[in-house]
């Protein structure tokens, strides 16, 4: 199952109905005017840094002032997805962390550097 798919069921599961579930490579299938409290991805690492670096470079025009980026990628690469969203947004805090995987959350601050 897709992660699309398994997030759309996830959504009618609990009754959600304040999102949308967006797939999108990049930002390329979204309107360039939507705006996002929340981004919420697990990006595509196997494509290499300069994409992952460019999704969370992008990210931070498409979050509304207080929104917030959340990623979950292998523990092994934390510490340079980490230093791109320090430079990004000023800062970043680790959410959670397992053996194999992190998730790392950065907030679109009025004080964030760009």
Not at 6 to 29: E, F, I, K, M
Not at 37 to 64: C, F, K, Q, W, Y
């Amino acid at each position: 199952m897709s992660a699309i798919k398994a997030t759309r069921l996830n959504v009618g599961h609990n009754g959600l109905n304040n999102l949308t579930v967006t797939a999108s490579t990049g930002y390329d299938d979204i309107d360039e005017d939507s705006r996002f409290d929340l981004i919420v991805s697990n990006p595509p690492t196997h494509r290499g840094r300069e994409v992952v670096e460019t999704m969370i470079a992008d990210s931070r025009a498409r979050l509304t002032p207080g929104g917030s980026l959340v990623i979950v990628v292998e523990a092994r690469l934390k510490p340079w997805v980490q230093r791109s969203l320090d430079a990004q947004f000023g800062s970043c805090e680790v959410v959670r962390r397992t053996n194999k995987h992190v998730v790392l959350a950065a907030e679109n601050s009025p004080t964030s550097h760009h």
